[in-house]
């Protein structure tokens, strides 16, 4: 039987004390960057790391289908253990934020009238401007998805956090009229507007970021989120795939993977547009970072058991490309790859060092940490020493949150929690099962003094000490 965790009192009270060290906690930062260069962001939807012939898990993914992805793998540093969350919204709040969703109250899909980001929360665009000692443009385009309104028919500023321009839906793009047929929000400062666009709408977000960029004359940030390759499957316009033939736009069956490899081709095609458009020297001035908001849907996924994809707190669902090229990766560490464990909240914090930020006020981005010394030359560790995801039944302005359950890993073993009913649920060693096909649980939990059952009672303290007794 388990271990009965709710009577070691003891143990629990210890590891309190530093509640769990997600993140540093301590709000000074490393070395700022000398002359700190722009930043752009890419995240992808529902791409898992399993999707990419660049990390080399599925045989089945073609070698061609991701040029420019393949590119920026080459010739930036490419991380193998990154986590997102298993759906969008926690992980756009942990990486505008550099906090856990337990913190911030978004564990689920934000849908009309639920919960959404707390304006309390310091975002990134918000801390560039109070905290970067240069000035900073902030632009986001593509999907936001951090705020309850269930329209895109308008753009509220005050919605956008802190960000000075935004071109996009508040929500997500609706299945019906489609990709090629939606309204396009805009708003720069308190100047909000909305038009129809007939463009393909993961085509346009790339473009209408071009343009943008291409007229900043000071720094900037920019967050670039176009809805690709996304689980309501379409089939992009020719020009931009060569997999499915057809009229552009046009729904595809659910579990279509040629749709799904269609929209993902697409999406490194504009990516390699935006990089051209960005000049042959992009890389002594930005730094990119390409990442995405969960895995991929299990309707296409070929690689992660079946029920381990998007959705759920299993490798599938939570496992993402993490990619970093530029001028913040030395010649030395260009083509390398890390083993290093990485978080979508991790962001937060590079960021802010990337832009020279030195401090950051009590109580921000406790549960990230900045990549910097990953990216030296040689890499040195940068004190994470664990991972967590979550998942809630429904969004809330504070605990207890339904259906609350926690995935937490160490470089080895990796724990599933049902915290809603205080019981590990998986126990996995992912050094010997990537694929998590071996319950360690199951029959029985581990033998005494096995380095399995340490690792479950080390992993069940820190939740326990993260989110209360």
Not at 241 to 252: A, E, L, M
Not at 260 to 266: G, I, N, R, V, Y
Not at 316 to 341: D, N, Y
Request: proline letters at 9%; aromatic letters at 8%; glycine letters at 10%.
């Amino acid at each position: 039987m388990f271990p009965n965790h709710r009577g070691r009192n003891a143990f629990f009270r210890g590891l309190s004390a530093w509640a769990l060290a997600l993140g540093p906690g301590a709000t000074p930062l490393g070395a700022a960057q000398s002359d700190a260069g722009s930043v752009l962001v890419v995240l992808a939807d529902d791409l898992g790391i399993d999707a990419l012939s660049s990390y080399g898990l599925d045989p089945t993914v073609p070698s061609d289908l991701t040029p420019n992805l393949s590119a920026l793998a080459s010739q930036g540093i490419r991380f193998e253990n990154a986590w997102s969350a298993p759906k969008c919204s926690p992980a756009r709040a942990a990486l505008h934020t550099g906090r856990a969703a337990f913190r911030t109250g978004i564990g689920n899909v934000i849908e009309a009238g639920m919960h959404s980001l707390p304006t309390s929360e310091t975002t990134l665009p918000e801390m560039l401007a109070l905290r970067a000692p240069v000035p900073y443009s902030t632009g986001y385009f593509g999907k936001w998805h951090l705020e309850r309104t269930g329209t895109n028919q308008f753009c509220a500023p005050s919605s956008l956090h802190g960000y000075e321009h935004f071109a996009g839906t508040l929500f997500q793009v609706p299945p019906q009229p489609g990709y090629c047929d939606w309204r396009v929000g805009a708003c720069d400062g308190a100047v909000g507007t909305n038009t129809r666009s007939l463009e393909y709408m993961p085509a346009r977000i790339f473009d209408l970021a071009s343009t943008w960029i291409g007229t900043r004359t000071e720094r900037w940030f920019c967050v670039l989120a176009p809805q690709a390759p996304y689980e309501l499957l379409h089939t992009p316009p020719l020009n931009l795939q060569s997999i499915r033939n057809g009229p552009g736009c046009t729904s595809c069956a659910p579990g279509t993977r040629a749709c799904f490899d269609a929209a993902l081709q697409a999406l490194d095609r504009k990516l390699g547009q935006l990089l051209a458009n960005l000049g042959p020297d992009w890389e002594q001035r930005v730094t990119l970072i390409f990442t995405a908001d969960n895995g991929t849907p299990g309707s296409v996924n070929r690689y992660w058991p079946t029920g381990h994809a998007k959705l759920t707190l299993f490798e599938g669902g939570v496992r993402v490309p993490f990619l970093v090229a530029g001028r913040s990766v030395p010649a030395a560490r260009r083509g390398s790859v890390s083993s290093a464990l990485v978080s979508i909240s991790d962001v937060y914090r590079t960021v802010a060092r990337l832009a020279g930020v030195t401090t950051l006020p009590a109580g921000t981005a406790q549960d990230s940490f900045d990549l910097g010394p990953l990216l030296e030359a040689p890499p040195r560790a940068n004190g994470r020493t664990h991972l967590w995801a979550e998942s809630f039944g429904r969004n809330a302005p504070a605990p207890p949150y339904a259906v609350h359950k926690v995935a937490i890993r160490d470089a080895r073993y990796k724990l599933i929690y049902n915290w809603s009913e205080q019981r590990p649920l998986f126990l996995f060693d992912l050094a010997r099962d990537p694929r998590e096909l071996t319950n360690l649980l199951k029959p029985v939990a581990p033998a005494p003094g096995t380095p399995a059952s340490t690792a479950l009672e080390d992993l069940m303290g820190r939740i326990r000490a993260s989110l209360g007794p």
